[in-house]
């Protein structure tokens, strides 16, 4: 199963919130509790400046049979804010084509660097794409605290892209 990915266009905000809320809920029940879930993504409406914040960035979405699974942002600067995927299609292609295309953004910014800030969930699949911990981190969220992870990865730049800055 290959998915089908492609830029975020603003009518897939929605889809993009459920998936969030899912893999927050199903995905990382078995690391977080049910009130640090609730605080991380509280059951309530999209808000409304969502649409807007995925558009702002390098944002790629993920389908399979066409029903969105899986999204991915970075910001200009190099930081992936958001990295989700469905619960059921964990461990499948979706987040490694996601990562594709933020990597391949990324080379097209010339960024030196990328950086995150990872759940328990997420920080293996980072690792394993030569992401290193920086320094674990509580956060608190609605009143609760929740622990993660600052990540960050060097990128090699490409010698086509150097040329560009040497201009």
């Known amino acids: 199963m290959t998915p089908f990915v492609r830029r975020y266009r603003d009518f897939d905000a929605p889809a993009c919130y459920e998936i969030f809320c899912r893999a927050v809920h199903v995905g990382a029940a078995q690391y977080y509790s049910e009130l640090q879930r609730n605080a991380w993504a509280p059951h309530t ?32 600067d190099g930081h992936l804010s958001l990295a989700y995927v469905a619960p059921e299609f964990r461990r499948t292609a979706v987040a490694a084509e996601l990562y594709k295309k933020i990597t391949e953004d990324a080379q097209r910014l010339v960024l030196a660097r990328l950086f995150t800030e990872a759940s328990h969930l997420a920080r293996p699949f980072f690792e394993k794409r030569g ?6 981190e509580v ?12 990540m960050a990865k060097d990128l090699k730049l490409r010698s086509d892209s150097l040329a560009k800055c040497q201009v």
């Open 45 to 76: 409406k999209m808000p409304e400046s969502w649409p807007l914040e995925l558009a702002e960035q390098a944002c790629w979405v993920a389908s399979v049979e066409q029903k969105l699974v899986g999204f991915f942002s970075l910001e200009s």
């Open 139 to 150: 956060v608190m969220r609605n009143g609760v605290e929740i622990e993660r992870f600052q």
């Open 131 to 136: 992401w290193h911990v920086t320094a674990p």
